[in-house]
Structures are given as structure tokens and as C-alpha cells.
């Protein structure tokens, strides 16, 4: 963002104040929007901040122009704000219990793993794209890169809707339940849970309480 930013608009261009933007707005709305979706499952509000933050990278696919880079970063940032906050949400939702440490270092590790390969993409495109110093009569296809970098990025929230009741577990839910209700009596009533508000905050007690029991001479003084 930065080279490009300089080679489009020149060395002067505000590029410290733009990319400022995006840190500004992650303090201010990550905790208003955490706080005002506490009950919206996390995996939806995954599936939303991501279309939100891939979609801001068209602005600058339709404009080469200070307002589009303006844009791109308020959009990208509140996308962030959205999702970010609710993956380790997801992620401790869906640990097992001890190894919390190690599905939250799971759920980073993409981030890490993407820096080499994004890395060499974007020098690549700048390169040809968007050249730092142009031969006479050759011009900047700065569209063209921002293009190929939106339809990249579109691909992991349509990945998301189109797998959204794998990784939700809704398929694998219904399956079982059919199994499970397979042959019972019309008069009996079947009660599903994921149907309730919030169920994903509501997980079945899993663990066998064992009460203390009470001495022969404790009863008979109870008695």
C-alpha cells in the first residue's frame, strides 16, 4: 500500500496518515461492535467481516485516486474490527479442554504462513503492474493489480458460505439427529437444542458429577 501509494501519487503523497487509519479505527470499534454482538454466533460474524474486509480491496480496483485509498483502508478496518475479535472466540469455543494454548496458536499460524507467499505476490505485481520508474509512452495498470489482489481475496468468504455448514458442524448435527430420532412415536417430543437462542453459548454438560456421600452415623443424626 505505501509503494503504491508513492509511485501513484508522488513521495508527498499522506501515506503515514492513511495507513494510520486502520489501527485508529481497530481501537475504537473492536470493543463496540464485541460488545453489541456478544450474542450473534462468532462464525457468523466471521463470515461477515471477511466479505466486508475482501470487498474493500475494489475501491481502489475502480479508482486510482487518494478517496479510494481512503476508503479501502475505513472498509478494511472495520472488517478487521469485525472478525478478528470472534476467531479466538470461535477458537476457545471449539478447543478441547487443556489444550487451549495449542488451538490458538492453530488459528495464528495461517497469518505467520501467508507473510512468505503475500510477500512475493505483491513485489511481483507492483513490479508489473505498478513499476516504480516507467520507460516513455508506458503507463501504470495499478487497476489491474488491485484486481487480481480482490478476486484473491474473495475466494475465502465464498469459501466460507459455501462450506459454512461443514465447519459449522450443522451438517454432521443433522445427520445424527435423523439417526438419532429415526423411529420414534409421533407422541413423543423431540427437543433441539442448536434451535434454542445462543445454543453455541450453551454446550451440554459432558463431565459425571460425583456427589459426596453421606456416613451411616451422619445419617442417623441427620435422621
Keep these: ?115 512468505l507467499p503475500v510477500g512475493f505476490l505483491s513485489g511481483l505485481l507492483l513490479q508489473r503492474y505498478c513499476p516504480e520508474h516507467l520507460e516513455e509512452g508506458e503507463i501504470r495498470h495499478s487497476k489491474t493489480m488491485w484486481w487480481i489482489i480482490g478476486l484473491t481475496t474473495i475466494i475465502s468468504p465464498i469459501l466460507i458460505t459455501a462450506l459454512g455448514g461443514y465447519i459449522s458442524g450443522r451438517n454432521n448435527e443433522r445427520s445424527a439427529k435423523g439417526n438419532e430420532y429415526e423411529g420414534l412415536d409421533d407422541n413423543e417430543e423431540c427437543i433441539d437444542d442448536s434451535s434454542s437462542e445462543h445454543s453455541y453459548q450453551h454446550k451440554p454438560l459432558t463431565t459425571n458429577i460425583s456427589l459426596p456421600r453421606v456416613r451411616q452415623a451422619e445419617r442417623g443424626v441427620l435422621a
Design 1 to 115: 500500500m505505501p509503494k503504491y501509494m508513492v509511485r501513484e501519487f508522488g513521495e508527498n503523497t499522506p501515506k503515514g496518515q492513511v495507513y494510520a487509519i486502520n489501527p485508529a479505527l481497530i481501537i475504537v470499534l473492536v470493543p463496540i461492535i464485541t460488545a453489541a454482538t456478544t450474542a450473534v454466533d462468532p462464525l457468523i460474524m466471521i463470515h461477515h467481516g471477511t466479505y466486508v474486509s475482501a470487498l474493500s480491496v475494489f475501491f481502489l480496483a475502480f479508482s486510482t485516486s487518494l478517496p479510494a485509498c481512503v476508503l479501502f483502508v475505513i472498509t478494511l478496518s472495520i472488517g478487521e474490527a469485525i472478525w478478528s475479535p470472534r476467531l479466538y472466540d470461535y477458537t476457545m469455543s471449539v478447543a478441547q479442554e487443556g489444550r487451549e494454548g495449542t488451538y490458538m496458536a492453530l488459528s495464528s499460524a495461517p497469518l505467520f504462513l501467508a507473510k
